[in-house]
């Protein structure tokens, strides 16, 4: 299952780059790539927190001293998403004269498709650190088997919306992506566990 997730993981974050390169030309593949790094800000308090309390899950799972482990859930999933809203609020609100600076004007037409993925993530984030809790608890199958949906759906809206739209077809196929494998994980986490995973 680990490293089917692996492969999974890889076919969901370049899904929309091959798509964009089979239906479009190379400069509009190029400015959408800029929307995909600073995108990716967006969950770095997620991607550091991850590894970090990976192991704590399983002791206190092992432990099932489930109180302590919802407390730590809790507590890491605030975190992230206080990492993650002033990263959003600035992308979404100074997003295009920050692409003008850093990567030139000719690139502030990624600027809508980078809204749309900051909202994606910003999902991302909020549901927490369902794929870690699930492999951590030994529900990993239940992981695979939402990454293998999402990847699926990620393909299918790729093909669909890419031809139509371009990168804002792009964007809206990996955002929507995310938001449901990330709802479909939220909720086997739920069932298998009993956890909550929101910061809320």
């Known amino acids: 299952p680990f490293a089917l997730m692996a492969g999974l ?32 800000l967006v969950i770095f308090g997620l ?14 799972y092992a432990m ?11 507590r890491s999933s605030q975190g992230v998403l206080l990492l993650t809203i002033p990263v959003v609020l600035l992308l979404v609100g100074l997003g295009k004269p920050l692409i003008s600076l850093l990567f030139g004007p000719r690139f502030e037409s990624a600027y809508m498709p ?5 909202i994606g993530q910003l999902i991302n984030a909020a ?3 369902v794929r870690s809790i699930l492999n951590m608890t030994g529900n990993e199958r239940d992981a695979t088997r939402s990454l293998v949906i ?20 792009a964007a809206i196929a990996t955002s929507t992506t995310l ?21 809320f």
């Open 114 to 118: 980078l809204v749309i993925l900051c």
């Open 150 to 169: 999402g990847s699926t759906i990620n393909v299918l809206l790729n093909i669909t919306l890419t031809p139509l739209w371009g990168m804002i077809g």
């Open 179 to 199: 938001v449901l494998w990330n709802m479909l994980m939220l909720r086997a986490v739920q069932k298998r566990t009993g956890l909550v995973t929101s910061p």
């Open 47 to 60: 991607q550091v927190i991850n590894p970090i309390q990976g192991p704590h899950i399983a002791h206190l």
């Open 127 to 129: 549901a927490g650190s």
């Open 9 to 40: 993981a890889l076919i969901n974050g370049q899904s929309d780059i091959l798509a964009l390169g089979m239906f479009r030309d190379d400069a509009e593949v190029g400015i959408y790539r800029v929307a995909v790094q600073m995108a990716t």
């Open 64 to 74: 099932g001293d489930m109180h302590r482990l919802q407390r730590m859930i809790t």
